[in-house]
C-alpha cells in the first residue's frame, strides 16, 4: 500500500506562550465498519483507524479512541496550547497495528 | 410516449438508504441499550449533570455518511481543573460508540470536532469527565431523513 | 382595461374601519394613488428596504396566498399562521379591500379582476427610488433575502442571469440565497462574484476544512450608524434540493455561528445588527428568542406577507412576502447602539397604481427578448383558478398530478410542495409562462418507478415531520407534498411516523396495501442522474390535449389535530 500522506493545516506557524493553536487534519482511510456485508454475503472485516494522538514538543497534547461510527477519511480538529517550540506531531493508528504519522512545526515566541 | 424504467428510476426511492450504506441491518434496541451501557461504564454508574457541555451538530444531516460534530466543554483547562475526556455515543448506529477525546492541560481547550456517521435519525450523547471525577452532559437530536421538497 | 380597472380601485370602497396600518387604511378608502400607497412618514436615522422570494418574476403576477398555513408546537395560531378570513380579522382589514386582495385568499379569483395584477421589477423599481430620494441613498439600506434567481422560464434558461441583471439596477446592499444554490456551485460563486454588492451566507462551510464560502457579514455606515448586516442562506438546501448540485458546501442552521457573528460584528463597533435570512418564520422566530444582539430579522423562505413586524423579545420581525408582490420599508431610530423607535409599512407594488420605472422596464424587456414569443403561446385555457399555496394541496398541483399520472401512466402521482409558482385566473389562457413558473427548476425530470404502500407510508411521514415537527429547527418550510391519486387522513399534532392514516388508492377508494407495489410518477427528485421527460413537457402536453382543464377543489386529504 502506497504510504498515506495526512494534510494538516495549523491556524499558526508562530504562536505567544499560552495562545491557543488550532489543528486540523484528514486522512485517507475507508473506515470499513465491519457490518457491511460485500457481494458474495460476506462481511467485510472491519479495518479502521482507532487512535489518534497528538504531541507537541514530545508531550501529548490530544488524543480520540475512534469506533467505525467515525467517517470514512475522517476529520479532525483540535486545539493545543503553545508552551514551547517543537515538532506537532499526528499519530493515526490501524486496526492492523500500521501507523499513520504527520508532522508540522510550531515556534512558540 | 415511451416509459423508461431505468435503475436510475429504480433507485429513486432509495435516498434514506445511502446513510446506511456504511452499516448492516440495525437493530435500534440493542443500539440503545448499548450507548446506555457505554456511558454507565464511563461514568461507573454516576449520573452525569446537564450543563458545561456544548455538542454542536446540524439539527437535520445533509450526508449521514459524514455528519460533522463538535463537542465542547466549559473548563479553565489548568493543571486544577480540566477535562480529561468527553465520551460520545449515538442510539441509532449498530453500536453505540462513536469517539472517545481525550484532553491534557496542554489541551488549552476542551474543544474537538469530528464527521460521524449516522444510519438513521437518533440522539447524539457527549459526557465530559472532569479531573475531580464529575460528569457533564449534553444530548441532541440528528434527524436523518429521506429527502425533502422544502421550498 | 388597465382605464377601467383603475375605476375600480377607485371604487373599492370598503367599512370605515380604523386601521393599524398606514396602507390599509388608504386601501380601504376610495383612493388608490401612488403617492399613497408609497407614502411614509420617515421616522429616525436608517431605512431598511426589504424584498425577498421573487422566484424569477420581472413582471407583475397574479398570486394566491395560501388558505391553509397551519404552524405547530408554540407557533400554532401565531402570525403567519392565520389565513383567510382570520387573517383579516386579526389585522383588521375590510373583506374585499385591495389589502384583502394582496394578502389572503379570500375571494381572490374575483378580486383579482379588480385590482388587477401586483409586483413587476419596474414597480419596486420606482418604490425603491422614491424611498432612497426621500430619505437620501446615505440612510438607506436595500437588501435581497434570495430565492430571486429561480422560478421562471426565462431564469432557468439563463441560469438566472436575467435576474441578475435587472436586480443589479437596483443596486442592492446584499443578498443570501436558496434556489440560487440549484443552479450549481461553479455559476452561483460566478454569478455571486459579478453582483457588485456582497452574497452573505454565515452557514455555509466547505465539507473538507469547514471553512466560511462566503462572507458572513458586511459593514455599512448609514445614517450615522454603523450596521452589521448578517447573511443567512437557507439551512437545508442539501436536504430539500439536490446536494450533488453544491457536493462541496455544508449549511444549517448554525445557531452556534449565528452567535458568534453577532458578536463578531457588535465587538467590530456595530450600532445594529440586521439578519438577512432565508430560515423561514418559526426558524428565525425561535433564533431570536435564543440569541441574544439582533436587532432585526429580515425573513424569508415560507414566503409570509405580514402587515406588521413581530417582535420577539427586542427582536424586530419582517416578512416581505414573495414573487415581487411587496417591499418592506423599516425605518429606524438607533441611538447609542438600540433601536427607540421603528415604522414599519409592507407596501403592496399594485401594478396598475404604480407607475413602471422606464429604466427598469427597458432592461426586463431586454432580458424577455429571446423568450417572449415563446412566453405568451396560449396551450390551453382553465376553467378553475389554478394555485400552489396550501398546506396539502393545490390546483396547480392537483393539475401537474394529473398530467404527469396520465402521461407516465402511473397509478400514484407525487408533486414536491413548493412554495412558489403564480396563479392563472379562471376562464383564462394557460401560458408557455404560466407552466414554468409552476415548474421551472434545473432538475425537472418526472421519474416513474414503483414503490410499496408502506414506502408511500413512509416517504409521507417523513415529508410531514419536516413540516410539521414542533421545534421549528427541525423543519423545512415548504409545504406537504402533493399526492394524485391518493388519499390520507393527517393529524399534525402526533409525532413522527403516526401522523398519517387512512391511506386510500383513490382509483379504487381501497386502502393501500402496505406490501404491494404502486407505479408511482413524481418530479424535482434529489436524486443525481434522475431520469425522465420535463415536468414542463408533460403538463404542455396535458393541457393542449384537454384543451380547457378545470381542477375541482381537493379533498382526499383530512386534516384533523390542527
Known amino acids: 500500500m502506497a504510504e498515506i500522506k495526512p494534510r494538516i493545516k495549523l491556524d499558526r506557524k508562530e504562536a505567544k506562550k499560552g495562545d491557543l493553536v488550532e489543528v486540523k487534519a484528514l486522512v485517507q482511510h475507508i473506515m470499513e465498519t465491519g457490518q457491511r456485508k460485500d457481494a458474495q454475503g460476506q462481511t467485510i472485516p472491519r479495518k479502521i483507524l482507532n487512535r489518534f494522538t497528538c504531541t507537541v514538543a514530545g508531550k501529548q497534547v490530544f488524543a480520540a479512541d475512534f ?10 480538529q483540535f486545539k493545543f496550547k503553545a508552551t514551547e517550540s517543537g515538532p506537532v506531531v499526528l499519530t493515526w493508528t490501524d486496526d492492523d497495528g500500521s501507523k499513520i504519522v504527520g508532522e508540522e512545526k510550531i515556534t512558540v515566541t | 410516449m415511451t416509459v423508461r424504467l431505468t435503475r436510475r428510476n429504480a433507485l429513486e426511492a432509495s435516498v434514506g438508504a445511502l446513510a446506511m450504506a456504511a452499516f448492516g441491518a440495525i437493530s435500534p434496541v440493542r443500539a440503545a441499550y448499548d450507548s446506555a451501557d457505554l456511558i454507565r461504564k464511563f461514568t461507573g454508574g454516576k449520573a452525569p449533570t446537564e450543563g458545561k457541555v456544548k455538542l454542536d451538530l446540524p439539527e437535520i444531516a445533509e450526508n449521514g455518511n459524514t455528519v460533522p460534530m463538535t463537542v465542547a466543554v466549559e473548563s479553565p483547562m489548568s493543571e486544577q481543573s480540566y477535562v480529561t475526556e468527553v465520551l460520545v455515543v449515538g442510539d441509532g448506529n449498530p453500536n453505540g460508540g462513536m ?10 481547550a476542551a474543544e474537538a470536532n469530528t464527521r460521524i456517521r449516522l444510519a438513521a435519525t437518533q ?29 | 382595461m388597465t382605464l377601467s380597472r383603475r375605476e375600480l380601485l377607485q371604487i373599492a370602497a370598503a367599512t370605515a374601519a380604523i386601521l393599524p396600518n398606514g396602507w390599509t387604511r388608504v386601501l380601504a378608502q376610495q383612493r388608490l394613488t401612488q403617492a399613497e400607497l408609497l407614502a411614509f412618514e420617515p421616522l429616525g436615522n436608517v431605512t431598511l428596504l426589504h424584498v425577498a422570494d421573487m422566484h424569477g418574476q420581472l413582471m407583475p403576477v397574479h398570486f394566491r396566498e395560501p388558505s391553509s398555513n397551519l404552524g405547530v408546537g408554540e407557533a400554532r395560531g401565531l402570525p403567519p399562521h392565520i389565513t383567510g378570513k382570520d387573517f383579516l380579522t386579526r389585522f383588521g382589514i375590510p373583506e374585499k379591500s385591495a389589502a384583502a386582495y394582496a394578502l389572503t385568499s379570500e375571494d381572490f379569483a374575483a378580486l383579482a379582476q379588480s385590482y388587477g395584477r401586483i409586483g413587476g421589477l419596474d414597480r419596486l423599481a420606482t418604490a425603491v427610488k422614491a424611498a432612497r430620494a426621500q430619505r437620501g441613498e446615505e440612510k438607506v439600506l436595500f437588501l435581497d433575502g434570495g430565492d430571486t434567481w429561480q422560478g421562471s422560464l426565462a431564469a432557468n434558461r439563463t441560469r438566472g442571469q436575467d435576474m441578475v441583471d435587472c436586480f443589479k439596477l437596483l443596486k442592492p446592499d446584499a443578498m443570501t440565497g436558496h434556489w440560487e444554490f440549484t443552479y450549481g456551485a461553479e455559476r452561483v460563486k460566478e454569478l455571486a462574484d459579478s453582483l457588485g454588492f456582497p452574497f452573505l451566507a454565515l452557514n455555509i462551510r466547505d465539507t473538507e476544512w469547514q471553512e466560511p464560502v462566503f462572507p458572513a457579514y458586511k459593514m455599512f455606515e448609514k445614517g450615522g450608524v454603523s450596521i452589521a448586516v448578517l447573511g443567512q442562506a437557507f439551512p437545508y438546501t442539501p436536504v430539500a434540493n439536490p446536494r450533488w448540485m453544491i457536493p462541496t458546501w455544508s449549511f444549517g442552521i448554525r445557531e452556534e455561528d449565528v452567535r458568534g457573528t453577532v458578536e463578531t460584528a457588535r465587538r ?19 433564533l431570536a428568542s435564543r440569541v441574544a444582539g439582533i436587532d432585526v430579522i429580515l425573513t424569508s423562505h415560507t414566503h409570509d406577507a405580514l402587515p406588521e413586524v413581530v417582535r420577539v423579545g427586542k427582536t424586530l420581525l419582517v416578512a416581505s412576502g414573495s414573487h415581487g408582490k411587496f417591499v418592506s420599508r423599516l425605518d429606524l431610530d438607533v441611538q447609542d447602539g438600540a433601536v427607540k423607535d421603528f415604522r414599519y409599512r409592507l407596501i403592496p407594488l399594485f401594478a396598475d397604481v404604480i407607475a413602471p420605472d422606464p429604466e427598469m422596464a427597458a432592461a426586463i424587456a431586454r432580458a424577455r427578448a429571446p423568450f417572449v414569443a415563446e412566453l405568451a403561446r396560449e396551450v390551453g385555457r382553465t376553467a378553475s383558478l389554478l394555485y400552489r399555496r396550501g398546506n396539502f394541496a393545490g390546483t396547480f398541483d392537483d393539475l401537474i398530478c394529473r398530467a404527469i399520472a396520465e402521461e407516465r401512466d402511473a397509478e400514484i402521482a407525487l408533486s414536491p410542495g413548493f412554495r412558489w409558482g403564480t396563479s392563472v385566473l379562471p376562464g383564462s389562457a394557460i401560458t408557455i409562462e404560466d407552466i414554468h413558473n409552476a415548474t421551472a427548476i434545473t432538475y425537472p425530470q418526472v421519474y416513474r418507478q414503483t414503490m410499496t404502500g408502506a414506502r408511500l407510508k413512509e416517504v409521507l411521514e417523513d415529508v410531514a415531520d419536516n413540516l410539521f415537527n414542533p421545534d421549528p429547527y427541525y423543519q423545512q418550510g415548504g409545504d406537504m407534498v402533493r399526492c394524485g391519486g391518493l388519499g390520507y387522513t393527517i393529524d399534525v399534532g402526533k409525532s413522527m411516523g403516526s401522523r398519517i392514516s387512512g391511506l386510500t388508492h383513490l382509483k379504487s377508494g381501497r386502502p393501500l396495501e402496505a406490501a404491494r407495489e404502486y407505479s408511482v410518477a413524481g418530479w424535482a427528485s434529489v436524486n443525481e442522474g434522475t431520469e425522465g421527460p420535463p415536468v414542463w413537457e408533460l403538463v404542455q402536453k396535458y393541457v393542449a390535449r384537454n384543451k380547457t382543464v378545470k381542477v375541482e377543489a381537493n379533498t382526499s386529504v383530512k386534516v384533523i389535530g390542527a
Do not use: W
Open chain 1, 67 to 76: 469506533e467505525p461510527a467515525v467517517s470514512a477519511n475522517p476529520y479532525i
Open chain 2, 123 to 151: 440522539n447524539i450523547t457527549a459526557i465530559a469527565k472532569m479531573n475531580d471525577g464529575s460528569f457533564y452532559t449534553a444530548s441532541k437530536q440528528v434527524k436523518v431523513t429521506i429527502g425533502g421538497c422544502g421550498g
Open chain 2, 99 to 108: 469517539a472517545t477525546f481525550h484532553f491534557t492541560p496542554l489541551s488549552g
Open chain 3, 268 to 286: 467590530e463597533g456595530a450600532q445594529l445588527v440586521v439578519l438577512l435570512s432565508h430560515n423561514g418564520f418559526d426558524v428565525d422566530r425561535k
